[in-house]
């Protein structure tokens, strides 16, 4: 996309998916380990855990994707066609 | 008292801990560095007010979907669901895809090629400057308010769910919006906005995924809340979960509203209105980078709107079924927020109907997620605020100033006004936050709104677009008395609680069900003192219609190398995905 110029938006999108992945992520396996003493509904399913991961994965595809070189370099390709 | 401790005064639901406070930082810090990133790409105004038009379908798209996902969706929805049942889908499915395809496949050519940068501006080439003034002025006006009631859903959110001080949410959001809006104008707000839907998505899909989990599934949720309404004596209490087969009597379900008042109150009318004229939402498509990504913009947009009632209308169904107060264990009944809000409410510890998302977040989610849940709500409200300004500033500049007061503004004068007047879009917009804060119910008051505007400018858009014959005086006074019909209908029934009864047909209508009958009226008389003023007045020649008028337009072909590369086909799609959903849901 030419809008933004060798950032893409996809590219900001993957950096706040994995950012909060990440911090989601291990906030739950730091959960899992010390249960907290007062703890919210269905907290066995461990959902900080598996949907912390979904996002920090979906980030870093992202991220890597639409990574600021990678635009450049597919803008150069784009203008030399 | 030490000022950072004001903040955190008063009684709260959750209490954030330290990672749920970087998720939000986190969060303001990103979208204050995209309008600083993008400043440098506001220059002109094209790209300050259009986005440069090259936006591409999905971006285009997801923009066009997140201005409209704001908090008012969020919260005053999944509060509606609670009050209404999943009645409230209808402003999902009925109320939005029909009107989304139709803006794709048969409005958006007009707008498009007729490279309009505004809604009023489509008036001005069609009707002339009376119907934009009208227009441009009534848009203004509404929009502001929006915006202020976006800013007072998000200051209510940050009381109830975290008990931060209601004036502090209120500037420091509404700051945030102004500083990256002003920065990097359209193109900020919708790089903003698909960033927002992403967040939105990501903070609030847990809510129904765990909360199907907890209540057995759908037929379990369904089995439930029958269960619950019945030992509260609530009357029709299977309705909740139905979304047609109740609808062939007033009196057979909780919105007091009939198949007539949805189809063609809110289906043919609110839904057509504000899709396909509310510049809030039609700016977005506007800025795509060629028709065909015009057309299929609102198509994608479609696509995921079919699927917001899952983060919105399930999280009020689920908060009927499963919400109870931990220490009795007994069922938590939800109450309008005038009462939860008095000081006998709060002595009770009640909750209004709007809560019911933040209370099935607190029931759900712990640290981290808590943080992008909240990030989430925070988000909605920014992309609807955001887009509200962004609007607002575009319709001012060219509307009413370009228009009517300095036709020979610079391009760089306009930019300039453009940033302050988004700056100022947003102090008014501060200023009805706070008028926001007398209301009932939040949706009740801008479904008000939309049907006083909204549903008179489709029958003017409507039939400048697809009847030459309409005239320009004839649009301006059709536009001009639908919108003070409404306004009257509304006065009428607020002065004469009786008057529901000519109003809306019955007096077992609520607030929306009156909303749905009042715009319906109102559009139709526009409708009617258009064509009778038209046939009294001269038309303009056909040359001058080139481009705004169907017959006289030449609608650039397309070439699609295969049926998936076609608008049409993916229209169609969508049709028959919400067909199947009214089949399913019945």
Request: no cysteine; charged share 10%; glycine share 12%.
């Given at each position: 996309m030419k809008s933004g110029g060798h950032l893409s938006i996809w590219f900001f999108t993957g950096i706040c998916l994995g950012v909060n992945g990440?911090?989601?992520?291990?906030?739950?396996?730091?959960?899992?380990?010390?249960?907290?003493?007062?703890?919210?509904?269905?907290?066995?399913?461990?959902?900080?855990?598996?949907?912390?991961?979904i996002l920090l994965v979906i980030g870093i595809i992202y991220s890597l994707k639409f990574s600021p070189a990678r635009e450049r370099k597919r803008m150069q390709i784009e203008g030399k066609s | 008292m030490n000022p950072a401790l004001l903040l955190f005064s008063s009684?709260?639901?959750?209490?954030?801990?330290?990672?749920?406070?970087?998720?939000?930082?986190?969060?303001?810090?990103?979208?204050?560095?995209?309008?600083?990133?993008?400043?440098?790409?506001?220059?002109?105004?094209?790209?300050?007010?259009?986005?440069?038009?090259?936006?591409?379908?999905?971006?285009?798209?997801?923009?066009?979907?997140?201005?409209?996902?704001?908090?008012?969706?969020?919260?005053?929805?999944?509060g509606n669901s609670y009050k209404y049942g999943i009645l409230a889908a209808h402003w999902y499915w009925i109320g939005a895809i029909p009107s989304m395809l139709f803006l794709a496949l048969v409005m958006m050519p007009f707008y498009y090629v007729c490279k309009t940068h505004s809604v009023p501006g489509y008036l001005k080439l069609r009707f002339g400057p009376g119907a934009q003034a009208i227009s441009s002025i009534s848009f203004a006006f509404m929009t502001v308010l929006m915006s202020g009631i976006n800013m007072y859903a998000m200051a209510v959110v940050m009381k109830v769910v975290l008990g931060w001080n209601m004036h502090v949410s209120i500037w420091v959001s509404a700051l945030t919006v102004a500083a990256y809006v002003a920065l990097g104008g359209l193109r900020s707000a919708i790089f903003n906005e698909v960033l927002q839907f992403f967040l939105i998505w990501a903070g609030?899909?847990?809510?129904?995924?765990?909360?199907?989990?907890?209540?057995?599934?759908?037929?379990?949720?369904?089995?439930?809340?029958?269960?619950?309404?019945?030992?509260?004596?609530?009357?029709?209490?299977?309705?909740?979960?139905?979304?047609?087969?109740?609808?062939?009597?007033?009196n057979a379900n909780p919105m007091g509203?009939?198949?007539?008042?949805?189809?063609?109150?809110?289906?043919?009318?609110?839904?057509?209105?504000?899709?396909?004229?509310?510049?809030?939402?039609?700016?977005?498509?506007?800025?795509?980078?060629?028709?065909?990504?015009?057309?299929?913009?609102?198509?994608?947009?479609?696509?995921?709107?079919?699927?917001?009632?899952?983060?919105?209308?399930?999280?009020?169904?689920?908060?009927?079924?499963?919400?109870?107060?931990?220490?009795?264990?007994?069922?938590?009944?939800?109450?309008?927020?005038?009462i939860a809000w008095s000081d006998a409410g709060q002595a009770q510890g009640l909750h209004g109907y709007d809560e019911v998302l933040p209370l099935m977040l607190a029931r759900y989610c712990g640290p981290g997620l808590l943080g992008l849940g909240i990030t989430a709500l925070i988000a909605g409200f920014m992309s609807g605020m955001a887009g509200n300004v962004s609007a607002f500033t575009t319709v001012v500049i060219y509307d009413i100033y370009g228009a009517l007061i300095n036709k020979n503004?610079?391009?760089?004068?306009?930019?300039?006004?453009?940033?302050?007047?988004?700056?100022?879009?947003?102090?008014?917009?501060?200023?009805?936050?706070?008028?926001?804060?007398?209301?009932?119910?939040?949706?009740?008051?801008?479904?008000?709104?939309?049907?006083?505007?909204?549903?008179?400018?489709?029958?003017?858009?409507?039939?400048?677009?697809?009847?030459?014959?309409?005239?320009?005086?004839?649009?301006?006074?059709?536009?001009?008395?639908?919108?003070?019909?409404?306004?009257?209908m509304y006065t009428w029934v607020k002065l004469d609680a009786n008057a529901v009864r000519y109003v809306a047909l019955s007096m077992d209508a609520q607030d929306q069900a009156q909303n749905m009958f009042r715009a319906l009226w109102c559009c139709l008389i526009c409708i009617i003192v258009t064509v009778v003023v038209s046939y009294l007045t001269t038309p303009k020649p056909e040359s001058e219609?080139?481009?705004?008028?169907?017959?006289?337009?030449?609608?650039?072909?397309?070439?699609?190398?295969?049926?998936?590369?076609?608008?049409?086909?993916?229209?169609?799609?969508?049709?028959?995905?919400?067909?199947?959903?009214?089949?399913?849901?019945?």
């Open positions: 990440f911090l989601i992520f291990v906030t739950g396996i730091y959960e899992t380990i010390h249960p907290p003493a007062n703890k919210v509904v269905l907290f066995d399913l461990h959902a900080n855990v598996w949907w912390g991961g | 009684s709260t639901l959750v209490h954030l801990s330290p990672v749920d406070l970087v998720i939000i930082v986190f969060y303001f810090a990103l979208v204050l560095s995209i309008g600083f990133y993008l400043k440098g790409q506001a220059n002109t105004g094209e790209d300050f007010f259009m986005a440069g038009r090259e936006m591409t379908a999905w971006v285009a798209g997801l923009a066009f979907l997140s201005a409209n996902l704001g908090s008012l969706e969020l919260m005053g929805w999944a609030a899909l847990l809510i129904p995924i765990l909360g199907l989990i907890e209540a057995g599934g759908w037929a379990g949720l369904q089995a439930k809340i029958l269960h619950n309404l019945t030992d509260l004596n609530v009357a029709n209490p299977g309705s909740y979960t139905h979304l047609w087969s109740t609808l062939g009597h007033f509203i009939n198949w007539a008042g949805i189809v063609f109150g809110l289906g043919a009318v609110i839904a057509m209105g504000y899709w396909t004229t509310d510049f809030l939402v039609v700016q977005r498509v506007l800025a795509a980078k060629d028709l065909r990504s015009a057309e299929l913009a609102p198509i994608i947009g479609a696509a995921f709107k079919m699927m917001v009632p899952l983060i919105v209308i399930l999280p009020g169904l689920l908060g009927l079924a499963l919400l109870r107060d931990p220490s009795t264990g007994g069922l938590i009944r939800l109450v309008p927020a005038n503004a610079s391009d760089e004068k306009k930019v300039k006004l453009g940033r302050w007047w988004t700056i100022l879009g947003v102090v008014i917009s501060i200023g009805t936050a706070y008028l926001a804060a007398g209301a009932p119910s939040i949706m009740d008051y801008v479904q008000s709104l939309f049907s006083f505007f909204i549903a008179p400018l489709f029958g003017t858009v409507i039939l400048g677009m697809l009847w030459k014959r309409a005239t320009p005086a004839g649009g301006w006074t059709g536009l001009l008395a639908g919108t003070l019909s409404s306004i009257g219609l080139k481009d705004v008028v169907y017959g006289l337009t030449p609608i650039p072909k397309t070439e699609h190398k295969t049926i998936f590369h076609s608008p049409l086909f993916w229209g169609g799609v969508v049709f028959v995905i919400f067909v199947i959903l009214q089949i399913i849901f019945w």
